[in-house]
């Protein structure tokens, strides 16, 4: 009897008869099976018990888990469903959990995988662009249109030195595909079929040529692609290849295989023609995903090119540089043009390689060549085209009235606004033209000769020499009253101007007066300035008496450091204070000689 | 999805390309059975509510009667034997290359498809002769890749025996 039955008896006897009965049964079980029944009842109890059961299971849960998923994957595939479900039901009650469980996980792959595809897209468009404007590009755009795929492939496609295109991991028995996977720019077809092909004709092969079992087609070309098969012992590896593949693909080829071989050994040895478990095998196919772009080597340049190369480079530097000293030439040669009075540009030109000159241009005006300067007009090769006109700038006013007047050295000239005004001494006919052809002078539309003195031609000699006496300096070097070297040479020369003076005076019945005045630098007392300068006068005076003039001619004045050059400022310029000076006078024979201030 | 290799295999001339041209689209031409001596197609079918591709490998048919070139049915995991019912020989053909192939391949999932029963002025065989095959089992299909006869069903009867056959866990027994 089972101990169920035992527990059942005791619930529902309770008449004595049916007690005892029961009683003599329990002393029966007791008497037969001893500890056992005891142990037999604790386990009931066990059972029976909810918290102990679960207690139970849990102890042995993990290590059943682990047996069972070493030995299969039942335990896998019957969880599949409820782990599925838990998870749509989680996300549906909170996506939470679920978000910040994947965050560390998605957030690297969503970077690699952004960050990979900018690369790609920066492989394709500086392909793109660097091939976009030569003759090649139009080649690939029209191959582009003809194929009805896109530039940037073509693009790609050929500036590749390899990229290999497609892999296939095929059963090797059936010839069904188990995994495929293509680069982004690839062109694939029905990679099922393909693959059922790729067999067949492997299987041609061997048929056709009676090669040996062992042996299979390694590689096949068309054109610019190739395919390489890798064969295993349950799958082969196929894979096409753009461009010229390197020898070490082939290796990467064979470990892959293997690898392959040796993770997925059970998949490969049961494939009963479901490829969903070889998707794992994807990680491995994508090492042989390999591609090389097309590198710009440097190349080597002949030396003959190279001289070329600078020659032409020399030549263009020259001819560049021709144009731009042209350029800078011609444009000072415009600014002197523009600046110079007297003439007026109203045009410039170049052509076919000369520089055209329009313009107006007094005939006072400097030769518009030399204003450019010589060399340069040369060089420009400019060709001048002046009209003729009066220019009224008071330079050119002056220029025409000293053309028209002709005034004697005696008369000064100066013109203010339309007003010539003359003075100093000349000849009375002089005067009287003087008046009438001012008029004429273009500019001129008044004269004021108030200032001009009319004087016979010896009186006109006598006021030149007065002049030129008078704007004569002798100059001492510092501390002495004797003249030196230059200095002293000049006294032979005075002498005949006051030779001069003295005939012209004495024809103008004047007698003549010269005042010899000596200055000194500031150095020193003014008793010291009035001795020094009063020695220079008195050397001078003796100088020209010593050359045969006359005592009764001069007078001497000590000016000391009173009167300075005016153009000894600055440093070095008291040399022109140590000087002598001359003043010439005509006197009657009763006057005296004017006391200097 | 399942993948199966199917193999398509009877005498020269008994329309075995026209049953499939019949039934898929393809992607090579058919200058591939003269060249390579085999062509293959896809078609993509429900059993049991389960997708099975099926891979059609089209051989070519040989001059020699009764030859198979042992390579190309490898890994097959059905095949259709097709024969012309308007040319006896071919029957025989069918029934020798079953054999070849039972050799070869051991005893896998086959569906005779007997062809051109659209022109049953012509026919050669009697019901007897399609009976006694039926009576060892065999399934047979009158085809006509002309109508569109009988093509669907003896592809589908195929692909049924072989998810069958797939389904038993052969694994345990081997």
């Known amino acids: 009897m089972s101990p169920l039955s035992h527990s059942h008896t005791q619930a529902i006897h309770t008449d004595p008869v049916a007690l005892q009965q029961d009683q003599d049964l329990e002393q029966l079980r007791h008497l037969l099976l001893g500890k056992d029944y005891e142990e037999l009842l604790a386990l009931k109890a066990r059972l029976q018990d909810s918290t102990g059961r679960a207690r139970f299971i849990a102890e042995i849960l993990p290590a059943a888990v682990q047996l069972s998923s070493l030995d299969n994957d039942r335990l896998t595939q019957a969880l599949l469903q409820n782990v599925e479900d838990a998870l749509h039901a989680s996300v549906r009650k909170n996506p939470r959990p679920l978000v910040d469980a994947l965050f560390p996980v998605i957030g690297p792959a969503i970077r690699k995988s952004i960050t990979e595809t900018l690369a790609e897209l920066l492989q394709t468009i500086n392909q793109m662009v660097e091939h976009s404007l030569s003759a090649r590009s139009l080649k690939w755009r029209f191959d582009a249109w003809r194929t009805g795929t896109s530039y940037a492939e073509i693009v790609l496609k050929n500036t590749l030195i390899y990229q290999v295109e497609q892999a296939f991991l095929i059963d090797r028995k059936s010839g069904l595909l188990l995994n495929h996977i293509s680069s982004d720019t690839a062109i694939t077809k029905d990679p099922d079929m393909v693959s059922a092909m790729l067999t067949a004709i492997q299987d041609f092969i061997t048929d056709s040529f009676q090669v040996n079992d062992q042996e299979n087609l390694q590689q096949m070309r068309f054109g610019d692609l190739t395919v390489l098969i890798e064969l295993g012992p349950r799958a082969l590896l196929a894979v096409a290849i753009r461009g010229n593949p390197p020898d070490d693909i082939r290796q990467v080829m064979a470990e892959t295989l293997e690898q392959i071989h040796l993770i997925h050994s059970d998949a490969l040895q049961s494939y009963d023609g479901d ?323 | 999805m399942i993948q199966k290799k199917i193999c398509m295999v009877g005498t020269f001339a008994v329309g075995k390309t026209s049953l499939v041209r019949r039934y898929v689209s393809s992607l090579f031409s058919e200058k591939y059975l003269t060249t390579v001596g085999v062509k293959i197609d896809k078609k993509t079918l429900t059993v049991d509510n389960e997708e099975v591709m099926l891979m059609l490998w089209d051989l070519a048919g040989e001059d020699e009667f009764c030859e198979i070139r042992p390579s190309y049915v490898r890994g097959s995991s059905g095949y259709l034997l097709v024969c012309d019912g308007t040319r006896k020989m071919s029957f025989e053909d069918a029934i020798c290359l079953h054999g070849k192939i039972s050799g070869i391949l051991g005893d896998i999932p086959f569906v005779m498809a007997i062809n051109k029963h659209d022109l049953k002025d012509d026919w050669a065989l009697s019901d007897s002769d399609v009976q006694k095959l039926k009576a060892q089992g065999w399934q047979v299909v009158l085809t006509s890749a002309k109508t569109g006869e009988g093509v669907e069903q003896a592809f589908k009867l195929l692909a049924e025996q072989i998810m069958k056959q797939n389904n038993t866990p052969q694994r345990e027994y081997s």
């Open chain 1, 275 to 597: 490829s969903e478990s070889f998707i794992a095998t994807t990680p491995q196919l994508e090492r042989c995903l390999l591609s090389q772009a097309e590198v710009k080597g440097v190349r080597h340049t002949s030396p003959l090119t190279w001289l070329l190369l600078m020659t032409a480079f020399i030549f263009l530097g020259y001819w560049l540089y021709g144009l731009y000293d042209t350029k800078v030439k011609w444009n000072t040669a415009l600014d002197r043009l523009y600046q110079e009075p007297g003439l007026a540009i109203t045009n410039t030109e170049e052509r076919q390689g000369r520089y055209i000159v329009r313009g107006l241009r007094d005939e006072l005006a400097r030769d518009p060549a030399q204003v450019v300067g010589a060399k340069i007009a040369e060089q420009l090769n400019i060709e001048w085209k002046f009209q003729p006109y009066i220019a009224l700038a008071p330079k050119f006013t002056r220029l025409r009235a000293e053309q028209i007047l002709q005034p004697p050295d005696s008369t000064q000239m100066v013109i203010e606004g339309n007003r010539l005004i003359l003075t100093g001494e000349a000849p009375q006919q002089w005067i009287n033209e003087a008046r009438q052809r001012a008029l004429l002078i273009p500019g001129i539309q008044n004269t004021d000769t108030r200032g001009l003195h009319a004087a016979e031609q010896h009186e006109l000699v006598f006021y030149e020499k007065k002049r030129y006496l008078e704007s004569t300096i002798l100059l001492f070097e510092y501390g002495q009253s004797s003249l030196t070297g230059q200095q002293a040479e000049r006294i032979p020369e005075l002498v005949s101007i006051i030779e001069q003076l003295k005939d012209t005076a004495a024809a103008m019945e004047e007698l003549l007066n010269i005042i010899i005045i000596g200055h000194s630098d500031s150095h020193g007392s003014v008793q010291s300035h009035n001795e020094i300068s009063m020695a220079r006068a008195e050397y001078v005076k003796q100088a020209l008496i010593e050359n045969g003039l006359p005592s009764s001619l001069f007078s001497t004045v000590a000016m000391g450091a009173r009167q300075p050059s005016t153009d000894s400022q600055g440093d070095g310029g008291e040399i022109l204070d140590r000087r002598v000076t001359f003043q010439v006078q005509l006197v009657n024979q009763a006057d005296s000689v004017e006391p200097i201030k």
